[in-house]
């Protein structure tokens, strides 16, 4: 079982917006902004989309967007493309001494 | 241009121990603030964390798997050694090595170990 919580799966047609969160506990997603999204297309390694809760690395579309509220965290994926379509994972520091802790993942499905 | 790039073997026995190699370029493990960390995933399933090394040989290992891990550094091959001991068939995964200043920002291609005897 993963440390966070992370919905299966979510899904929406091209053009639409799409959000999934990251529950996590005080220890990790609510005591820390260091929240950070990866995406993952099948047999390829994962890739920074958010990193900071809300900031987005060089070369990402602006339709990306993360937010928190307590010990949830979200991703925002607006203006849904085909090729978003993916896995998505969160990732949290935990403290000293769990370190990083990431979520079970969330598949998106484009319609 | 940072790049990582895992090496080991495919398949390992249970019991035995497993050594996995991460080569990098493009950054120095000498540079303050930079670390390189483990990260792995079983087929299907979520991606675990499992160790880090920074540039000044802090270590930082999951506390579930600590009493069996060992994170090395050698900065002048440009390289971070994970070894990890009793291997099980539940510890079949693809493992990744990545670049961490803040984030893990740079990441290999991952490894695919299978164990099974």
């Known amino acids: 079982q993963s440390a966070l919580t992370q919905p299966r799966s979510v899904s929406g047609s091209p053009g639409q917006s799409v959000t999934i969160s990251c529950t996590g506990t005080?220890?990790?997603?609510?005591?820390?902004?260091?929240v950070s999204w990866y995406q993952q297309h099948p047999g390829k390694a994962p890739k920074l989309m958010i990193y900071?809760?809300?900031k987005r690395p060089s070369g990402v579309p602006d339709r990306f967007s993360g937010s928190k509220s307590g010990n949830t965290a979200s991703l925002t994926i607006s203006g849904l493309q085909a090729e978003d379509e993916a896995d998505y994972y969160c990732?949290?520091?935990?403290?000293?001494?769990?370190?990083?802790?990431f979520g079970g993942g969330t598949k998106l499905t484009v319609l | 241009q940072i790049t990582l790039k895992e090496s080991g073997p495919t398949l390992v026995k249970p019991t035995q121990t497993l050594t996995l190699t991460c080569t990098f370029s493009?950054?120095?493990?000498?540079?303050?603030?930079?670390?390189v960390g483990w990260i792995r995933q079983p087929p299907g399933k979520a991606l675990e964390w499992l160790a880090l090394?920074?540039?000044?040989?802090?270590?930082r290992y999951s506390p579930s798997l600590k009493s069996r891990l060992t994170i090395t550094k050698d900065t002048s091959k440009n390289q971070v050694v994970l070894t990890m001991t009793n291997m099980d068939p539940v510890d079949t995964a693809t493992y990744y090595c990545?670049?961490?200043?803040?984030?893990?920002?740079?990441w290999g291609q991952g490894t695919l170990v299978t164990v099974s005897s």
């Open positions: 900071d809760v809300s």
């Open positions: 090394i920074y540039w000044d040989d802090d270590k």
């Open positions: 990545a670049h961490k200043v803040y984030y893990f920002d740079y």
């Open positions: 990732c949290s520091y935990a403290g000293s001494y769990t370190s990083w802790v």
């Open positions: 493009g950054f120095s493990l000498s540079t303050s603030g930079v670390g």
């Open positions: 005080s220890s990790d997603v609510g005591g820390y902004n260091y």
